[in-house]
Structure formats: structure tokens, C-alpha cells
């Protein structure tokens, strides 16, 4: 699995809860972070990068855990890689869609992806008669990476990206970005229970295991999974935080070179 940084742990965190057995590798490339206001060319490369570097280790199946590269290089990952390739942008669409009293949905993520318009079709496409609106808000992810999770700031910041989306009467957030289910606790408590929040990591988990089982790839057996992390860049928070999220495991980090 990679991310561009840590919010891909997010994805980690769902998986490890479904499947349990299966040994998971991520890759945070924390030295480049954020892809989200990068050139789709660059977000290409860097996702073919991050992919070699998990295919080098012998991964059976590789999941993009960042909803930028997902946007941007899916298909062409799809093709040039010899494994399975699951992304985060349809099981976003799903969970967004199992719920049929969804009729204005507001759109958060980066600008790539806000840009990438991946979202906006695929709602479009399945359910037409949908309100979308969405909103690139590209000043929350340093946020996440820096841990500045209970700052004054980020609630400042995420009250003026979401004024539009509430003044037009969203009922439904849909999280397009892996590193926004951290701010859940601080949304909730400015949204109250009027707006539905959505996020990919448990609907990704679930279309991972679907997949591993179609293609006979599911591990058997009750013992644990192994979970290494490798970033590109090892700072104190990016490790502070990684350790918060997965709590309880035994986690080992390390530096990746690209
Ligand atoms: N976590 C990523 C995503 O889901 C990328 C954030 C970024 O690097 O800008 O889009």
C-alpha cells in the first residue's frame, strides 16, 4: 500500500481490522508529500515509483491508499503492473452511494483530485438526479502531517472551506482525500449529526478482501500478519503519529529510498 505520506494509514488501520492475517508493507513518501498540488505528470511518476519499490519487496496485490495518485494513475498503474491494483476513488463512490437518503453531497479533497473530476463523474454517472459540490481544500494535509490535529487553525481553515458547501445545504461530506478521516472527531463536532461523513478506508478494506478472494489470494490461517512501514522521510511527527494510529501494533519503521 502506499500514500503520499501518513494518511494512507488511515486504509493500513481498516485493512488490518479485515484482514488480520494478511502481512501488509506501506509505503509513505513523506519527502515528497503533498501530491494534491502536483502536476498530474508528477503524481504519475511518483505513484510508478512508490509501485516499484512495493513490487520489488514481492507484493501479491498493491493498494493506493492516496485518492491523488488514485485519481490520476489507476489505469495506467493497472496496466504496467503485474499484480492486482486496487484504488480508494470507487470505494469512495460506494460508501457514498449506500446511502440512498444522500441527496446533496459537498466533495472535499486536494486540488488534484477535486481537479481530476474522478468523483464528480462517477456520482454523476451512477445516480444523475445527485447534488455535487465540490471543494478542493489543499491547506489540510500539511495540517494532518504536522499533527496540528487540535489546532485553533485547522478549524478556522476547514470552517471557511466548508461555509460554501453549508450554505447550500450539503447532507453529505464525502472525505476524498486518505488523510481526512484524522480530522473526523474535529468534524463531527463542527458539523453536529445534520451532515453525513464518508470516507473510503473501510469500503477499500472490503473491495481488497473481494478481490483476494476472487483471484484465490486470501491468506489462510489465524496467525497475524507482519506490518512494515517505510517512509521516505522518518520526521518525529510523521513516526509520532504513525504510532498513535496504529495503536497496539507492533510496528516497525524504516527509511525508504526510492
Ligand atoms: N492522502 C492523499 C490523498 O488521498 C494525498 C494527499 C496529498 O499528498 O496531497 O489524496
Not at 42 to 63: H, S
Not at 155 to 160: A, I, S
Not at 210 to 233: C, E, N, S, V
Amino acid at each position: 500500500m502506499f500514500d503520499s505520506g501518513v494518511g494512507g494509514l488511515t486504509v493500513v488501520r481498516a485493512l488490518r481490522r479485515l484482514l488480520p492475517a494478511e502481512s501488509l508493507i506501506y509505503l509513505g513518501d513523506t519527502a515528497r508529500v503533498p501530491y494534491g498540488n502536483k502536476s498530474p505528470q508528477t503524481i504519475c511518476r511518483f505513484a510508478r515509483e512508490d509501485a516499484q519499490f512495493l513490487l520489488a519487496k514481492g507484493v501479491k496485490a498493491l493498494v493506493v491508499a492516496c485518492n491523488t495518485a488514485s485519481a490520476h494513475a489507476l489505469e495506467s498503474l493497472r496496466r504496467e503492473c503485474p499484480v492486482p491494483v486496487i484504488g480508494v476513488i470507487e470505494p469512495g463512490v460506494e460508501a457514498t452511494l449506500a446511502h440512498e437518503q444522500s441527496r446533496h453531497v459537498g466533495i472535499i479533497g486536494t486540488t488534484g483530485t477535486i481537479r481530476s473530476g474522478a468523483y464528480q463523474q462517477a456520482l454523476k454517472a451512477a445516480r444523475p438526479g445527485l447534488k455535487i459540490q465540490a471543494v478542493a481544500t489543499p491547506l489540510l494535509v500539511p495540517f494532518v502531517e504536522e499533527d496540528w490535529l487540535r489546532h485553533p487553525a485547522l478549524e478556522l481553515v476547514l470552517g471557511q472551506y466548508l461555509e460554501p458547501l453549508l450554505l447550500r445545504g450539503m447532507d453529505t461530506l464525502l472525505l476524498g482525500c486518505t488523510h481526512y478521516p484524522m480530522l473526523v472527531p474535529l468534524l463531527r463536532r463542527m458539523l453536529g449529526g445534520k451532515v453525513r461523513l464518508v470516507d473510503s478506508a473501510s469500503t477499500c478494506a472490503a473491495h481488497t478482501r473481494d478481490l483476494l478472494k476472487a483471484k484465490g489470494l486470501l491468506r489462510a490461517g489465524r496467525a497475524r500478519g507482519g506490518l512494515q512501514i517505510h517512509l521516505t522521510d522518518r520526521s518525529e511527527q510523521a513516526e509520532a503519529l504513525a504510532r498513535r494510529l496504529l495503536k497496539g501494533e507492533a510496528l516497525r519503521i524504516e527509511a525508504a529510498q526510492l
